[in-house]
């Protein structure tokens, strides 16, 4: 299916995200209007500091624009009771944060597990599924380490099995293999892509053109907090198209 015909999953309008810091003020995001269809794998690249991690935590509701605003499913995020805006981010949404931003007193396991408490999931079935997904993820023998007895790449792994075991309806990843060697990336790459072809909706912030260019249909650019291009981007003058 081609990516235009797609229906919508989320859309972002006008969408801004200032932080003022004494006087000066950085526009992290800036007037940003973006469509997520329903099933793409969408890359934003830009560079350093360009607004790729605040544009995420905007869309999975984790932070709040200035102004603008963000849709889903026709609602405008930001006006969601409290209760439903908990409910997007437990059960509809998962992300995978750049800094990982796991428990460090807490095993692999209970990181991952910890993910479903909100979530309605009976406690036996809560290990099982973490258990699965840390296993699909090379992390068998790791489940009772702490965050600080796991290299970086294996936190990034737990940190994307947390994110994938509510099973969500959409995935931001925010450069979920910046910590990772070129095998672990390609495993993580064709992981996201196999979900993304069962219907996850994968959003990808990254540096790497190479990850862009192999695993997303579209790619989209920040610059200084702008969406500078759209539609099927051109990568080094490569037209990266549809898979
Ligand atoms: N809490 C904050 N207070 C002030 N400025 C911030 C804050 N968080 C981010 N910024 C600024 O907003 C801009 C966008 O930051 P953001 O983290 O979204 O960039 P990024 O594209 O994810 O960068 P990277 O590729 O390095 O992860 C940067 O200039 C950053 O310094
Ligand atoms: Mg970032």
């Not at 439903?84 to 095993?107: C, D, K, P, S």
């Not at 993580?188 to 260019?213: C, E, S």
């Amino acid at each position: 299916m081609k990516s235009m015909t797609r229906p919508l999953w989320l859309r972002t309008v006008e969408l801004c995200r200032y932080y003022r810091r004494g006087p000066q003020q950085v526009r992290a995001v800036d007037q940003v209007n973006l469509d997520v269809k329903k099933g793409e794998f969408l890359g934003i690249v830009g560079a350093s500091g360009s607004g790729k991690s605040t544009i995420l935590n905007l869309m999975a509701g984790l932070d709040t624009p200035t102004s603008g605003h963000i849709e889903v499913d026709g609602a405008v995020l930001g006006a969601l009771s409290r209760r439903e805006l908990a409910t997007y981010r437990a059960r509809r949404v998962g992300m995978v944060f750049q800094a990982f931003n796991l428990i460090a007193h807490q095993t692999a396991l209970r990181n991952v597990e910890l993910a479903l408490y909100f979530n309605d999931t009976l406690p036996r079935e809560r290990r099982h599924r973490a258990t699965e997904i840390l296993q699909q993820l090379g992390l068998g023998d790791r489940l009772d380490h702490r965050p600080a007895d796991m290299s970086g790449g294996e936190q990034q792994r737990v940190a994307i099995a947390r994110a994938l075991v509510k099973k969500p309806e959409i995935l931001f990843a925010d450069e979920p293999t910046g910590n990772l060697d070129q095998a672990n990336t390609l495993q993580i790459g064709d992981l996201l892509a196999g979900l993304n072809d069962q219907g996850l909706t994968v959003v990808l912030a990254t540096h790497d053109l190479n990850m862009a260019r192999r695993y997303v249909h579209r790619t989209v650019r920040m610059d200084y907090g702008r969406l500078t291009e759209s539609g099927r981007a051109r990568l080094n003058g490569e037209e990266t198209g549809e898979r």
